[in-house]
């Protein structure tokens, strides 16, 4: 049986020797078709990361959820989100993400960022850094999820 359109499609690619899902997300600025690709074992596991590829589109999502990172949004969060304040508070939160932040959760993928992820931080970090200090590096990390959910980069 057939997919209507817009649902993607599943095939078997026999030199991997998986499942390969595949959604159309849309065309670039020549024409050319912009996809996006997951793969599973079984067919049921290929057909759920489908299903999540499709309800990511169907969401907005304008990256793939699944690959970005901490490090990335508090970036973003530190180029974008910081218009006009002074260069010392700038400089300030560069300082906590690049020496308290980024080392830890960095590499980690935002879609995959818990709670516990961020109190083991904390509670790591609790024994060198004040209550103030404890107080910024949540708030940096808040505000950067915010401003990835703002722009689409992750789900709600």
Do not use: C
């Not at 699944?66 to 180029?79: C, D, F, I, P, R």
Request: proline residues 2%.
């Amino acid at each position: 049986m057939r997919r209507g359109r817009g649902e993607g499609g599943l095939h078997w690619d026999e030199h991997r020797q998986r499942w390969i899902a595949t959604v159309t997300v849309g065309y670039g600025a020549t024409g050319k078709r912009i996809t996006r690709k997951a793969s599973g074992k079984t067919k049921t596991e290929a057909k759920d990361k489908l299903k999540a590829l499709v309800r990511d589109h169907d969401d907005g999502l304008a990256a793939p959820a699944g690959s970005y990172t901490v490090g990335e949004a508090v970036n973003s969060w530190l180029m974008f989100g910081l218009s006009g304040r002074s260069p010392q508070t700038v400089s300030m939160y560069r300082i906590y993400v690049e020496t308290h932040i980024i080392p830890v959760l960095g590499k980690r993928k935002l879609r995959q960022l818990t709670v516990e992820d961020i109190e083991k931080l904390l509670s790591d970090k609790s024994a060198i850094l004040g209550t103030r200090s404890l107080k910024i590096i949540h708030s940096i990390l808040n505000r950067a999820v915010t401003h990835a959910q703002a722009r689409d980069k992750v789900r709600r």
